[in-house]
C-alpha cells in the first residue's frame, strides 16, 4: 500500500517567496558550461517550492538512487525507536547480537555503542571490496579489523550504517521501511520506497535508498521545520535537534574542505562554507541543504565524482539567490542540459549480424576482484550487494529507426530497445536482481562501428558500448561510463588518506588506484557462434 499522494506547495514565481529566479537559471547556465552533471535541482523557501528543475531523461517521477543520503533516513528511523523507548544510545552493540560471538573477543566492544555507530567514531574499518553478496554482513562487521577505540576517533564507515538496521530489525521486528511507513512516509506523502537489503533482507542503511527528488524535499522540510510537516510533528523534535548537530566533540574530522571537517551528527554533515546549516549527504553529490537562517533547503541529485566541486557550485549561486520577497518577477522556462542524440545512418552490415549470437570472453582480473564488466556502470555495481556482470551472448536487431539489444549477465536475460532517430527509448531491464528504468540509443560511428548508451535514470551513471565488426567474425566491445573511470578514481585518489588510516596502505592504495581505469574498463573480446 502506498502513502496518499501529496506534492508540495509550489510559488508562483521565485520571487514570491524571496528566491532570485535569474540566479536560479544562471546556476543551470553556469552548470551547463561547466558540464556538470546535475540531475536536478529543487530549492524550497517558506515551505514552498521556488526553483524546480530536471535535467532530461530525468524528471519528477524519477526515484533516483540516493547512496549516503540513504544515511540520514537511517537515523530517523532510530530517533524514532529512540523516542519509542526500543533503544537507547548507550546500549551496546554485541548486546543485540547474542547469536553472532565475535571470532575474536577484545576490550573495545564494550564501547561500541548504538552512538558510535551514529556518529561514525565505532573504529571499525571492513573490507571495502568485499562480494556482499557472499558475506553475511554482520558477520563481517564485528570480526572486521579494529584501528582505533570507539569514541576517539572519526572514521566513515557505511556498514556502520547496515548495523543500525540490523539492530532496528530485532528491536522492531519488521524491517526498516516497514517501520518508517506510518511513521515517516505516509506523513510525507512518499510512496513506500525501494531499499537494498543484505541477502537476509535487511535494508542497508547506508546507502541503497531509491526516492524521487521532491520525497527528499519533504524530508528536507520536516528537518528544517523542527521534524514538523504541514504543522503536524512527524519527526520527534528532539532527534532533529541532536540529529543535526555536531556530535564529535573535540574529535577533528580529516581533510581540509570547510564543508567535511565542519562537525557531524547522526548521519547529517555540519556545513563550513555556509554557517548554522546542514545536509544529508550522497555519494556523487547528492544533496538535501538545509539552511535555517533563511528558511530554505536545495535538494540536488546528480552525477558529480567530486561533491566539493558541486557544493562549491552550489555555494556561488546560494545563499545569494535569497533575496527580499516582492512576487514581482514571471517565471522563465529553464533549459535542458542534455543535447539529443543525433539521427544516425545504417550500416550495410545489418543484414549480416542481425539475429546472431556473439561469445564474449570473460576478463579473468575482473572476475578476480569483483567487478566483471556489466552493462551497469562501474559508480552503480560498486555499491550493489549483488553485482552482476560478465556481459555475453550478445545479439542486435534492427528496424527503421530501432536497435533492439539483447544480452546476458550472469543467469539474467535483459533486452533494450535504442533509439536510432534522435529520440530516446525507454524500457526496463534487471540486473543484480534489482530492476531498472532505462533509456537508451544507438548509432553507427561507421560501417563498422556501433555505439549504445543506456542510461539507469534511476542511477547516477550511464554505460557506453563500442561495438566493432571485425573481420572473421570477431567483435571488439569497448566500454567506457558516467562518470568516467578516471574522474572517479581522481576523487577516490584525493579522499582515501581521509578513509584508511594506516599511511603506508593508504600511500600504496592511492598508487595502485591511479592504474585502474585502464584495468576496470579494459577492450572485450568476442566471436559470433552461429
Same mark, same amino acid.
Given at each position: 500500500?502506498?502513502?496518499?499522494?501529496?506534492?508540495l506547495? %509550489?510559488?508562483?514565481?521565485p520571487?514570491?517567496?524571496?528566491?532570485?529566479?535569474?540566479?536560479?537559471e544562471?546556476?543551470?547556465?553556469?552548470?551547463?558550461?561547466?558540464?556538470?552533471?546535475?540531475?536536478?535541482?529543487?530549492?524550497?523557501?517558506?515551505?514552498?517550492?521556488?526553483?524546480e528543475?530536471y535535467?532530461?531523461?530525468?524528471?519528477?517521477h524519477?526515484?533516483?538512487?540516493?547512496?549516503?543520503?540513504?544515511?540520514?533516513?537511517?537515523?530517523?528511523? *532510530?530517533g524514532?525507536?529512540?523516542?519509542?523507548g526500543l533503544?537507547?544510545?548507550?546500549?551496546?552493540?554485541?548486546d543485540?547480537?547474542?547469536?553472532? &560471538?565475535?571470532?575474536?573477543?577484545? &576490550?573495545?566492544?564494550?564501547?561500541?555503542? *548504538?552512538?558510535?555507530?551514529?556518529?561514525m567514531?565505532?573504529?571499525k574499518?571492513?573490507d571495502?571490496l568485499?562480494?556482499?553478496?557472499?558475506?553475511?554482513?554482520?558477520?563481517?562487521?564485528?570480526?572486521s579489523?579494529?584501528?582505533?577505540?570507539?569514541?576517539?576517533?572519526?572514521?566513515?564507515?557505511?556498514?556502520?550504517?547496515?548495523?543500525?538496521?540490523?539492530?532496528?530489525? @530485532?528491536?522492531?521486528?519488521?524491517g526498516?521501511?516497514?517501520?518508517?511507513?506510518? %511513521?515517516?512516509?505516509?506523513?510525507?506523502?512518499?510512496?513506500?520506497p525501494?531499499?537494498e537489503?543484505d541477502?537476509?533482507?535487511?535494508?542497508?542503511?547506508?546507502?541503497?535508498?531509491?526516492? #524521487? #527528488?521532491?520525497?527528499?524535499a519533504?524530508?528536507?522540510?520536516?528537518?528544517?521545520?523542527?521534524g514538523?510537516?504541514?504543522?503536524?510533528?512527524?519527526?520527534?523534535?528532539?532527534?532533529?535537534?541532536?540529529?543535526?548537530?555536531?556530535?564529535?566533540g573535540?574529535?577533528?574530522?580529516?581533510?581540509?574542505?570547510?564543508?567535511?571537517?565542519?562537525?557531524?551528527?547522526?548521519?547529517?554533515?555540519?556545513?563550513?562554507?555556509?554557517?548554522?546549516?546542514?545536509?544529508?549527504?550522497?555519494?556523487?553529490?547528492?544533496?538535501?541543504i538545509?539552511l535555517?537562517?533563511?528558511d530554505?533547503?536545495?535538494? #540536488?541529485?546528480?552525477?558529480?565524482?567530486?561533491?566539493?566541486? !558541486? @557544493?562549491?557550485?552550489i555555494?556561488?549561486?546560494?545563499?545569494?539567490?535569497?533575496?527580499?520577497?516582492?512576487?514581482e518577477k514571471?517565471?522563465?522556462?529553464? &533549459?535542458?542540459?542534455?543535447?539529443?542524440?543525433?539521427?544516425?545512418?545504417?550500416?550495410?552490415?545489418?543484414p549480416?549480424?542481425?539475429?546472431?549470437?556473439?561469445?564474449?570472453?570473460?576478463?579473468?582480473?575482473?572476475?578476480l576482484?569483483?567487478?566483471?564488466?556489466?552493462?551497469? &556502470?562501474?559508480?552503480?555495481?560498486?555499491?550493489?550487494?549483488?553485482? !552482476?556482470?560478465?556481459?555475453?551472448h550478445?545479439?542486435?536487431?534492427?528496424?527503421?529507426?530501432?536497435?533492439?539489444?539483447?544480452?546476458?549477465?550472469?543467469?539474467?536475460?535483459n533486452?533494450?530497445v535504442?533509439?536510432?532517430?534522435?529520440?530516446?527509448?525507454?524500457?526496463?531491464? #534487471?540486473?543484480?536482481?534489482?530492476?531498472?528504468?532505462?533509456?537508451?540509443?544507438?548509432?553507427?560511428?561507421?560501417?563498422?562501428?556501433?555505439?549504445?548508451?543506456? @542510461?539507469?535514470?534511476?542511477?547516477i551513471?550511464?554505460?557506453?558500448?563500442?561495438?566493432?565488426?571485425?573481420r572473421?567474425?570477431?567483435?571488439?566491445?569497448?566500454?567506457?561510463?558516467?562518470?568516467?573511470?578516471?574522474?572517479?578514481?581522481?576523487?577516490?585518489?584525493v579522499?582515501?588518506?581521509?578513509?584508511?588510516?594506516?599511511?603506508i596502505?593508504?600511500?600504496?592504495?592511492?598508487?595502485?588506484?591511479?592504474?585502474?581505469?585502464?584495468?576496470?574498463?579494459?577492450?572485450?573480446?568476442?566471436?559470433?557462434?552461429?
Amino acid at each position: 500500500m502506498n502513502a496518499a499522494k501529496t506534492d508540495l506547495p %509550489r510559488a508562483a514565481t521565485p520571487e514570491e517567496v524571496g528566491v532570485n529566479g535569474d540566479v536560479a537559471e544562471q546556476f543551470v547556465d553556469y552548470i551547463q558550461r561547466e558540464q556538470l552533471e546535475f540531475h536536478s535541482l529543487m530549492v524550497l523557501r517558506h515551505g514552498k517550492v521556488a526553483v524546480e528543475w530536471y535535467n532530461d531523461p530525468y524528471d519528477a517521477h524519477t526515484k533516483h538512487t540516493m547512496y549516503s543520503v540513504s544515511k540520514s533516513f537511517t537515523s530517523t528511523a *532510530v530517533g524514532f525507536a529512540v523516542h519509542e523507548g526500543l533503544l537507547k544510545l548507550s546500549d551496546k552493540v554485541l548486546d543485540f547480537f547474542p547469536d553472532y &560471538p565475535p571470532a575474536k573477543p577484545h &576490550p573495545y566492544f564494550d564501547k561500541l555503542t *548504538v552512538r558510535t555507530l551514529l556518529n561514525m567514531t565505532a573504529g571499525k574499518q571492513t573490507d571495502m571490496l568485499a562480494d556482499k553478496g557472499k558475506i553475511d554482513w554482520v558477520e563481517d562487521f564485528l570480526n572486521s579489523t579494529w584501528v582505533f577505540e570507539p569514541g576517539t576517533d572519526f572514521l566513515y564507515v557505511s556498514e556502520n550504517t547496515y548495523m543500525l538496521c540490523a539492530i532496528l530489525c @530485532r528491536v522492531t521486528g519488521m524491517g526498516v521501511i516497514e517501520y518508517l511507513t506510518p %511513521r515517516l512516509f505516509e506523513p510525507l506523502g512518499i510512496d513506500i520506497p525501494f531499499w537494498e537489503t543484505d541477502p537476509n533482507g535487511v535494508e542497508a542503511g547506508g546507502w541503497g535508498l531509491y526516492i #524521487t #527528488t521532491e520525497d527528499l524535499a519533504k524530508f528536507a522540510d520536516c528537518y528544517l521545520h523542527g521534524g514538523k510537516y504541514r504543522g503536524r510533528q512527524v519527526i520527534p523534535a528532539e532527534w532533529v535537534e541532536e540529529a543535526t548537530k555536531n556530535q564529535l566533540g573535540d574529535i577533528r574530522q580529516p581533510g581540509d574542505d570547510p564543508d567535511s571537517n565542519a562537525g557531524y551528527g547522526y548521519y547529517f554533515w555540519r556545513n563550513g562554507e555556509v554557517k548554522n546549516s546542514y545536509r544529508a549527504d550522497g555519494m556523487f553529490s547528492q544533496f538535501a541543504i538545509n539552511l535555517p537562517d533563511y528558511d530554505a533547503s536545495i535538494i #540536488t541529485t546528480a552525477a558529480i565524482p567530486s561533491e566539493p566541486q !558541486a @557544493r562549491a557550485t552550489i555555494w556561488k549561486f546560494f545563499p545569494a539567490a535569497f533575496i527580499d520577497e516582492n512576487g514581482e518577477k514571471p517565471a522563465k522556462p529553464e &533549459p535542458s542540459l542534455f543535447a539529443r542524440p543525433a539521427v544516425s545512418a545504417h550500416s550495410p552490415l545489418e543484414p549480416k549480424i542481425e539475429g546472431r549470437t556473439i561469445k564474449m570472453r570473460r576478463k579473468l582480473l575482473l572476475n578476480l576482484i569483483g567487478f566483471p564488466m556489466s552493462v551497469l &556502470p562501474l559508480a552503480v555495481t560498486f555499491m550493489m550487494a549483488d553485482r !552482476a556482470g560478465n556481459i555475453d551472448h550478445v545479439s542486435f536487431r534492427f528496424k527503421e529507426h530501432e536497435c533492439s539489444f539483447t544480452w546476458d549477465e550472469k543467469d539474467e536475460h535483459n533486452t533494450v530497445v535504442c533509439g536510432m532517430d534522435g529520440h530516446y527509448r525507454y524500457g526496463t531491464m #534487471t540486473l543484480g536482481r534489482v530492476a531498472f528504468k532505462v533509456c537508451a540509443n544507438a548509432e553507427w560511428l561507421d560501417d563498422f562501428n556501433l555505439k549504445l548508451s543506456i @542510461r539507469p535514470i534511476e542511477t547516477i551513471g550511464k554505460r557506453d558500448l563500442n561495438f566493432l565488426f571485425r573481420r572473421r567474425d570477431r567483435v571488439t566491445m569497448t566500454p567506457s561510463s558516467t562518470p568516467s573511470v578516471y574522474k572517479i578514481c581522481d576523487t577516490l585518489v584525493v579522499n582515501l588518506g581521509d578513509v584508511v588510516k594506516n599511511p603506508i596502505l593508504s600511500k600504496a592504495a592511492q598508487f595502485l588506484i591511479r592504474f585502474a581505469p585502464p584495468l576496470a574498463e579494459p577492450k572485450h573480446y568476442g566471436k559470433f557462434i552461429d
